[in-house]
C-alpha cells in the first residue's frame, strides 16, 4: 500500500514509499483493530520534518512515515476487541508508551525517558498511508455527527490538555475563577484555543500578525472574541487596555513572544505554551522584571504537546459543544483539501506556501 514518507536527516527528501497492508496479526491477544485511513491533517511538524530538523525512523527502516493528525474508520477488529467494531469512526493519539512510570499508567505523554515515540513524528510510522493497525487503546471513537471535521481532534487534544492542566494547577488557590484570556496566534491551534475558552466563559483576546478584517478574524468575531493586530496594538498596550489575562495560550511558533508574555501575565496567572520551536536564536529580555513577577505574582508557565487519551476525549467534548453552539464553524477551518495521497507534493506546496491556509489535510481514502 502507498504511503508518504521522509528520509530523516535529509532535507526535502518527501517521497511516496510502500508498505504492507497491516493484519491484525501484528497485535498480541486479538487486541489487534484495522483502521482505513481517511484523512490526515498535516501541520508545521510535518514541515519541520521534511526540512530534516527532526524525526527519526522506526527500526528496520530508512523512512519514516509522516502524518500525526489522523482519521479513520475501523474495518476489522481482533477476537478480544469490545470497545470498538467495523464502521466506527475513530482517531488515533499519537504518543505511545516508553519505560517511565507515567508511561505505564497511561500518561505517556509525560514521559521521563530520553527516547519518546511518536507515530509519524519520531521512531514510529505516522497515519499518511491507507491502513494502520493498532491496539483499542490508542484509538479514540468519535460520534458519527463529527465524522466531517475529526481530523481536527489531534490538535484539539494538544488545546485541551494545555487548558486542563492549568486548571489543575490552580486548584492551589482554592477560588480561581479566570475571566479573561489571551490567545497568541490565530492559526489552526490559536483559533481552536480560542474557541474553547470561549466556551469556557471566558472573555478572549486573540492576537495575531495581519491586521483585521480577513478569514481568521471573521472566525474569532463569530466566537464572540476580540481579535487585536500586533502590527496595530502592542502585547503591552492591550493587556493594559483588555487585561489583567487568568491565561495566556501561546501559539505562535515564535519563541520571543513568549518572555514578552510573561511579562504581561495577570497575578495568579497561567501561561500555556504550546509551540515546539528548533534553532538558536537568542534574545535580550528583561530578566529580573519577570522573574519578580512571577515571584509576587505566584504566576505559572506550563508545556503541552502531544496528547494522552484523556485529553483527546475532552477535545471530542469540545468539538461536540462547537458544533451546537457555532453550527458550521469547525468546518470552515478545513480550508485546502488534498485529494490522494499521490499529491504529495501539492500537501507540502500548500503548508509551506498557500495564503489564507488554516488546515491543510488530505483525503486519503473513501469512507
Known sequence: MKAVAVLPGKADSLHLAELPKPSLAEVPNGRGVVVQVLQVGVDGTDKEINAAEY???????????????CFGRVVEVGDHVTELAPGDYVVPTVRRPGTSPYDAIGQYDMTTDEVYYERGINLRHGYLTEYVVDEPEYLVKVPRGLKHVAVLLEPTSVIEKGILQAYEIQRRLKIWRPRRAAVLGAGTIGLLAAMSLRMRGLEVTSFGRSPAPYKNSDLL????????????????????????????????????????????????????????????????????????????????????????????????YDLSRAELEFPGWLSKLLTHPVDGLERYREMMRLLTEAKGAIKVFVNVGRP
Open 55 to 69: 524525526g527519526q525512523a522506526p527500526p528496520g527502516f530508512d523512512f519514516l512515515v509522516i502524518g500525526h493528525e
Open 221 to 316: 468575531a463569530e466566537l464572540g472574541a476580540r481579535y487585536v493586530s500586533t502590527a496595530e496594538m502592542s502585547l503591552g498596550q492591550a493587556a493594559a487596555r483588555y487585561g489583567p489575562f487568568d491565561v495566556m495560550f501561546e501559539a505562535t511558533g515564535h519563541a520571543p513572544i513568549v518572555f514578552e508574555a510573561m511579562e504581561h501575565l495577570g497575578k495568579n496567572g497561567v501561561l500555556i505554551l504550546s509551540s515546539v520551536t528548533g534553532g538558536g536564536r537568542q534574545i535580550q529580555v528583561p530578566a529580573d522584571m519577570i522573574n519578580l513577577g512571577f515571584v509576587l505574582g505566584n504566576k505559572v508557565m506550563v508545556g503541552t504537546v502531544n496528547a494522552n487519551r484523556d485529553y483527546f476525549e475532552a477535545g471530542v
